[in-house]
Structure formats: C-alpha cells, structure tokens
C-alpha cells in the first residue's frame, strides 16, 4: 500500500477520533456517575455550535473566546438542565430510575430540536473557518481548523483527566460513579456532583459542537449524527467507562477513516455497524466494560 | 453525644423499629447486640439519615439530627461504617481514606490522620497504591474503618465488622477497635458476635423485635440469666 495514502488515513482517523473521543467522554461520564442514558447529548453539541457562530460572528470575538463562550454556555445549560429536570425526577423515581431519565433524555433531545428551529430557524449558520491558515504534516497540508479541534479536544479530555483524578471534587465525582452511599456517608452532596457532572458533560458537548463549527454549521437538527457516534463510541467501549471512551473514540475515527477509503462513501457507516453487531455478540460488555452490574445495581 | 428517643423507622409499609431509645455518652464504648432480624442495622440506618425515622428523635452533640440527609449528618461528626462497608471499588486504598477525610479542608491536618490510620492499620500503608476491590475481606473492614475515622469523627458508628471475617481476623478486628476507644474515640458497635462484644464494651444494648429488650453494664450483662441462656448459650 501506498506509504501517503496509509499516512493520510491515519491522520485523517486520528483527527476525526479525538472528537468522537471528546464527545463519548462525556457521554460516559454522565451515565457513570448519573446513570443517565443521554439521548439528549447531541442538543449540546449543537447548543455550543451556535454559541460559537453567535459569538465568533455576530459578536465578532476571536475564535478562542468565542469558543470557551459556548463552553461556557452549554455548561450552564447542562446545571439548569440538570436542577430544572433531572433533580426532581431523581426525588421522585426509585427503582424506575434508568428507564424515567432515559424517556427524560429522549423527551428533552424532541423539545431542544424543536427550540432551536423555532428560535434560531431551520437555515445552517457555519463559518468557512475560524483560521485562516494550514498546517503542513507529512506532506500534507491540513486546515489549521481541524488540528485545532483536535487540540481543544485532547486538552479538555486532558483537563478533566486531572480534574477528576487530582481534585478534591474530582475525586468525589469517581467516588458517586462507585457507591453513591458510600460517598453520601462520607459527606459528599450527590445533587451537587450529580449537577457539576451533567454541566461537565454539557460542556464537552458544546465544546465539541463549537470547535467543529467550519465543518459541521449549526442547525436545529445537527445533533443527530454526533448523538449516534459517541453512544457507538461509548458501546464500543463499555457503558460509563471514560478512560475506555478515549481509546474507542480513536479506535472509531480510525476505523471510519480506512473503511470510507477501502469500501467508499456511505459504506463507513455499514462498517462500523457491522463492528458493533460482532462486538455485541461476542463481548457484550464492550472493549474495556467489566462492572456493568454494579452502575445498574448501584 | 447521642440521644435517641423513641424512634421507629422500617422500609416502605414495613416497619422495623417500634420503639427504640438508647444513649451514648462521650468516650462511651457501647454496643447493640440481638440476633439476626432485631432491628439493629436500621437502628443505625436510621441514626445516620439513610432511612429517614417515621417517629421518633435522634439528637447528636445536642442537635436535632432527624431526618437530615445523610451527608449533612456526616459533616456534623457521625461516622458510620456499613455492614456492606459502600467502599470505593475501583480507587485506590489511598482514594478511599482520602475521601473519607471530604469534609475537611487543612490539608496538613487530612495527612496527619492519614498516618494515624496507617499507624492503626500498617498494611493499608502497603496497600495504599492498589485498588480498594482487590483487598481481602479483613482488608476491606480496615479500609473501612480507616475511611470512617479520616473525618476525625466525634462518633463512630460500626455495623457488623466480624461479618464474614475468618476468627483471627474477627480478633484483629476488635483489638483494633478497642485501641480506637482506648485512644479516645466513641464507638456505637453492632453486633452479634455477643460474647466478644461484651468483652470490649463498656455497656450494651439488647434489641429483640425493634425494641430494646435489654441493658445494662457489659459486666451485668455477662452475669444476667436470660442473656446467657438466649444469647450465650450457657445454663
């Protein structure tokens, strides 16, 4: 095979991996510690990609600024989010949990999509880019945009890698995705972790959303296709498991890259199904899933 | 330190506990006993706010704690170890005391309890870097009872801890609680190993039926008829 093209395939997988990577983060973290199916995650992304349209060009801020503001903003919509729905559910259900927040997450992604057409219209808002610049790598010269969304995802999952595991709140998010009465008898307030959590997932969303607003614009309905890739990712890897979701996503985005070259367009998808439906049959936990059971039972 | 008055509690429509009333005092080492069934863990589950009571009162450091949740319990001084330990599985043994210490902010004062567990328990110090679910079951009841004592508890409350616990480790078990009480540290033990347990209290509680049948004096206790027929097997 040809060195160039082996070459291509896998920068184009590894860029396109950190950003399933970012988004099945969050995805993983907030059914780990929340036990939430999130079928609402894609509003998010779409939420910080019109955050960021708004902010880069009709405020005509920088493309960073513009950025952490629909960072910012999805955050913020994911505590009130969290306080407005999700908390007084949690006070009501009992063993019915997974299944209420489940028809909650589907529920809340219709009504999202549905605000955002009646107040934002059903046009595509994109930029063309952010940067105008390219970068040249192994001979081939890439949008500056693309190794930036790259970047500005491998930091936050970098950063809130440390966050969890050397922070004092950090800790405490590991300690609820384990033994929530355990770490109530410790002194920790689950509804604050449980609020930070779906706000931190949010925001991984909307960065998502934002820092791939030159190749995906902003519309009502984008949240489709980047909900379906992160919940492959997050099968891929085993539900709730973050650190898995990282590898996955990489394992995804790669495998996506080659199989759209061997097989051609629209057949990736096929592809990555077909993986999945052998990964199910054969390791139903997924990659790297092996306490299942306990989130469930938690 | 704790008073508590007339509680009832239970699960749902079942009620468990119909009339309990028991008393702690500072430095007090005491112990609830009774067979399988009598009440004892949701006595405790009640105390610390996992269950909430349906009537009753619980009183802590003269503060009405009933029915607070159970962090807030928590954060008052009241420690409570499970009988199902709730550690942290898949964190390190260092993770878990670290949390246990959550409440507390001085750093300097957090390490400084984190070498008196590891001073109680050495092998939690080699253990420190491996995962909390990897530890044997003695292992297991240390960590959680170093984890309980990392919030510098005023009260420590134990459910169980002979639980499942081969007869050398139940031994290590109690000589380490009873060195928590000599260095200070008030304990609310629950247990059915009575026998034992009369050994290194200082006065017990009988629970039968969700009430308290019977107390006194570990000592009296020893000596009263209907104990040792019931519970000590001794005529």
Known sequence: MDVTVLQSLLLTGLLRGGLYALMAVGLALVFGVMNICHFAHGEYYVLGAYAAFFGFVTLGLNPIPAIL????????????TDKLLFHPLRKRSKGEWVMNAFLLTAGLSVVLQNVYRAVFGMRYRGITQYWDASVEIMGMSIAADRIMAFVIALSAIFGLWVFLQRTRTGRAIRAVSQDERGSMLVGINLDHIHTLTFG??????????????????????????????????????????????????????????????????????????????????????????????????? | ????????????????LWDVSLNVRQGEFVALIGSNGAGKTTTLRAISGVISPAAGEVRFMNQMITGMAPHRISQQGLSYITEELNLFEGMTVQDNLLLGAYTRRNGR????????????????????????????????????????????????MVDEPSLGLAPKMVMNVFQALRALHERGVTLLLVEQNVHNTLQIADKAYVMEQGTVALQGSSAGLLDNEYLKETYLGKR
């Open chain 2, 1 to 16: 330190m704790l008073e508590v008055n007339h509680l009832q509690a239970g699960y749902g429509n079942l009620n468990v």
């Open chain 2, 109 to 156: 004062q957090v390490r400084a309890s984190l070498e008196q567990v590891f001073d109680l328990f050495p092998i939690l110090k080699e253990r420190s870097a491996q995962m909390a679910g990897t530890l044997s079951g003695g292992e297991r009841r240390m960590l959680a009872i170093g984890r309980g004592l990392m919030s510098e508890p005023d009260l420590l």
């Open chain 1, 69 to 80: 503001l629909a960072a910012f903003l999805s955050f913020l919509a994911g505590v009130i």
């Open chain 1, 200 to 298: 931190l997932g949010s925001m991984l969303a909307g960065l998502g959303g934002a820092s791939l607003l030159s190749l995906s614009p902003a519309y009502p309905y984008g949240g489709n296709k980047p909900l379906i890739a992160s919940w492959f990712v997050v099968t891929i890897a085993g539900l709730g498991n973050t650190q898995g979701a990282i590898v996955a996503g990489f394992i995804v985005g790669l495998f996506e890259s080659f199989s759209y070259f061997y097989l051609g367009q629209g057949w990736q998808e096929v592809a990555s199904l077909c993986l999945l439906i052998l990964l199910l049959l054969f390791k139903p936990t997924g990659l790297f899933g092996t306490n299942i059971k306990s989130v469930w039972e938690k």
